[in-house]
């Protein structure tokens, strides 16, 4: 059973804080990795992707992807009160480039 | 605007009483597909759709039928729903390359509530 694993938290920080958001997978050939932000009752809005290992930054969000140890982390700078929501891994299945394996979230609260 | 258009939002209807949720994108994209999220078991794909008229299961496709005879429309019907259907529902689309599976932009999601 292919799967992507994300603690489901909540992850309190303060606002001004640096918020680490981590996420394991256990299909080793996965090519892409998705990161996805979800209000309450609202649909999940893309965040970043990355392809490479190595890091990627837009903005106040920085992707991390280490293949050999399977894991991709979001990291959200400076932490405004507006970034609390859900944050959702998504990870291409590995041979099967229609599909994503979806993580359950992790529930990020920031703390004016 | 690119967006991706689902109705209706929100639904409450009777167990065997046929439904269809229509999803409408304009970004002209190959790949859409269907999802249903419910508490503490996260996002599952019910159907997905690389291109008109090719279609294929998800995770969960029992009870559900779709058909993708534009481009643009991929609506999800319930041919005879049941209250283990009421669920979130979320509509999502994507270019389809090489390298496959590119972000999804998704739909504001329709709420279906089966009694």
């Known amino acids: 059973q292919k799967e992507v694993e994300q603690n489901s938290g909540p992850l309190s920080v303060p606002e001004g804080a640096i918020a680490s958001l981590n996420c394991t997978y256990s299909?080793?050939?996965?090519?892409?990795f998705f990161w996805y932000r979800q209000y309450s009752g609202k649909s999940p809005e893309l965040i970043m992707f990355?392809?490479s290992n190595g890091d990627k930054e837009d903005g106040r969000f920085t992707a991390q992807l280490n293949k050999a140890s399977q894991y991709v982390s979001l990291l959200i700078r400076d932490s405004q009160p507006s970034d609390s929501a859900t944050y959702l891994c998504?990870?291409?299945?590995?041979?099967?480039?229609?599909?994503?394996?979806w993580g359950l979230g992790t529930s990020l609260a920031v703390n004016p | 605007e690119a967006q991706v258009t689902q109705n209706p939002r929100y639904l409450i209807t009777v167990t065997g009483k046929k439904l269809t949720v229509t999803c409408s994108q304009n970004?002209?994209?190959?790949?859409m597909s269907w999802y249903r999220q419910d508490p503490g078991l996260g996002l599952r794909q019910i159907y997905y759709?690389?291109?008109?008229?090719?279609?294929d299961k998800g995770d969960v496709p029992e009870g559900y039928k779709v058909s993708r005879k534009e481009k643009r429309n991929f609506p999800l019907i319930l041919e005879s729903p049941s209250p283990n259907q009421t669920s979130l529902y979320f509509c999502?689309?994507?270019?389809?390359?090489?390298?496959?599976?590119?972000?999804?932009?998704f739909g504001d999601g329709t709420r279906l509530s089966i009694l």
């Open positions: 999502a689309s994507s270019l389809f390359k090489g390298r496959g599976n590119q972000p999804q932009h």
């Open positions: 970004m002209n994209h190959e790949y």
């Open positions: 759709s690389m291109n008109v008229e090719v279609t």
């Open positions: 299909d080793r050939g996965s090519q892409s």
């Open positions: 990355i392809y």
């Open positions: 998504a990870v291409q299945e590995a041979g099967n480039n229609r599909k994503l394996i």
